[in-house]
């Protein structure tokens, strides 16, 4: 995409949806990492179902590991890889207590070392929880980033790198929430919505819908 082309795009995004941000629900950092755990192969609403019953009685590391691994077992059995996800979580939570006195680590490094946590989810934690100019690239991101030409890449990396480098330092700290949410509800997989997209005359798709 031409370099003048991206300032108007991330404009157009941002009068769209003003004040972006993740569907997920939470109300600490602790709470967010869980969920975006859980989110992996999942929808949000199916999440944000298992943590509403899940945050009201553990949503600290201390009280979700005195759950037990079925009692953890039976508030998220309803998302995708739940024995996994259990398993990680207990193990996520056990590391927090250890290493970082039962706080979320505001560092990529210490973020990675948690199970469950990899370069995508650590970066929607330092975004979300502690406003870090970081882009997550996940399948609607990377999607949107290739189809529109934004940052087209081969790999999840080379998005991750060409958005960080395309972006205004500006947008930076939003452009994850307003790609994300485009890509969820208007540049979708099967069939975008070109007729409604803000950025249709940017857009460098050449199937465009009619």
């Known amino acids: 995409m031409d370099p003048s082309q991206i300032h108007p795009l991330f404009t157009r995004l941002q009068a769209a949806r003003p004040q972006p941000t993740t569907e997920l629900h939470y109300h600490s950092p602790f709470e967010l990492l869980v969920a975006v755990i859980l989110s992996a192969q999942a929808t949000d609403k199916k999440v944000n179902e298992a943590t509403e019953r899940l945050f009201a009685v553990a949503n600290t590391p201390q009280a979700l590991l005195e759950l037990g691994e079925e009692g ?11 024995n996994t996800k259990a398993a990680n979580l207990r193990k996520t939570c056990a590391l927090l207590l250890e290493r970082h006195g039962g706080a979320v680590p505001r560092d990529r490094e210490a973020l990675e070392a948690l199970p469950g946590v990899g370069r995508k989810t ?36 080379d998005v991750e790198d060409g958005l960080l480098a395309a972006t205004p330092a500006e947008f930076r700290q939003d452009a994850h929430h307003w790609l994300i949410l485009h890509g969820r509800y208007v540049c979708t997989a099967r069939k975008p919505r070109c007729p409604d997209c803000p950025i249709h005359d940017l857009c460098e798709y050449p199937d465009k819908t009619r």
């Open 72 to 82: 953890l077992k039976d508030f998220i059995k309803t998302i995708g890889l739940y």
């Open 122 to 157: 650590a970066n929607v934690i330092l975004n979300t929880a502690f406003g870090e100019p970081t882009i997550a690239v996940d399948t609607h991101i990377f999607r949107v980033a290739n189809r529109t030409g934004l940052a087209p890449g081969q790999t999840v990396r």
